[in-house]
T-cell receptor
Framework: QKEVEQNSGPLSVPEGAIASLNCTYS??????FFWYRQYSGKSPELIMS????GDKEDGRFTAQLNKASQYVSLLIRDSQPSDSATYLC???????????FGTGTRLTVIP | GAVVSQHPSWVICKSGTSVKIECRSL??????MFWYRQFPKQSLMLMAT?????????EQGVEKDKFLINHASLTLSTLTVTSAHPEDSSFYIC???????????FGPGTRLTVL
């Protein structure tokens, strides 16, 4: 049974702080990892993908992957109220067709 | 790039009627499209995987005769909810994947309300 686990939150951070979102996965052959953001009532939108161990930065977002620990995280620097949303972690196993999604972490950035 | 559209964005129908939802990849060819359902305050639930030119693969517990999926071209997949009932009211979201890539791009979703 493939599992992707996230803390459901809510996670509250003050504006300007760093928000840290974490995700663990159970399948060791997972190869591709994604972070999506979903605003209330909207569909998910892709923030970042990461495939190799280490950090990947894109603007205020940094994804971190540690395959040995089966752990992927997303850091949001200088958090803004507009970052308030549910963040979904998704994992894809090599050769599989679909993504496995976590249940999401709800982030609230307090002005 | 990688834009996915859905139509309609919302629909209200009477119980017992059928509703068709379209999912289009606007600027890329999608050999595989996915259909999800999301109830309020719950996580995404994969319903089926749709491959162009072949039968869809349904997840366990999803009735293939109730949720008809057609993927007739590389840019269009349709989901038809047949004989809809109030319990089918939900947010239906499609996603599409570029051939050879892993990333899924989501459509804006269709909110279905069955009276």
């Amino acid at each position: 049974q493939k599992e992707v686990e996230q803390n459901s939150g809510p996670l509250s951070v003050p504006e300007g702080a760093i928000a840290s979102l974490n995700c663990t996965y159970s399948d060791r052959v997972s190869q591709s990892f994604f972070w999506y953001r979903q605003y209330s009532g909207k569909s998910p939108e892709l923030i970042m993908s990461i495939y190799s161990n280490g950090d990947k930065e894109d603007g205020r977002f940094t994804a971190q992957l540690n395959k040995a620990s089966q752990y992927v995280s997303l850091l949001i620097r200088d958090s803004q109220p507009s970052d308030s949303a549910t963040y979904l972690c998704a994992v894809k196993e090599t050769g599989a067709n679909n993504l496995f999604f976590g249940t999401g972490t709800r982030l609230t950035v307090i002005p | 790039g990688a834009v996915v559209s859905q139509h309609p964005s919302w629909v209200i129908c009477k119980s017992g009627t059928s509703v068709k939802i379209e999912c289009r990849s606007l600027d890329f060819q999608a050999t595989t499209m996915f259909w999800y359902r999301q109830f309020p305050k719950q996580s995404l639930m994969l319903m089926a995987t749709s491959n162009e030119g072949s039968k869809a693969t349904y997840e366990q517990g999803v009735e293939k005769d109730k949720f008809l999926i057609n993927h007739a071209s590389l840019t269009l997949s349709t989901l038809t909810v047949t004989s809809a009932h109030p319990e089918d009211s939900s947010f239906y979201i499609c996603s599409a994947r570029i051939a050879g890539a892993d990333t899924q791009y989501f459509g804006p979703g269709t909110r279905l309300t069955v009276l």
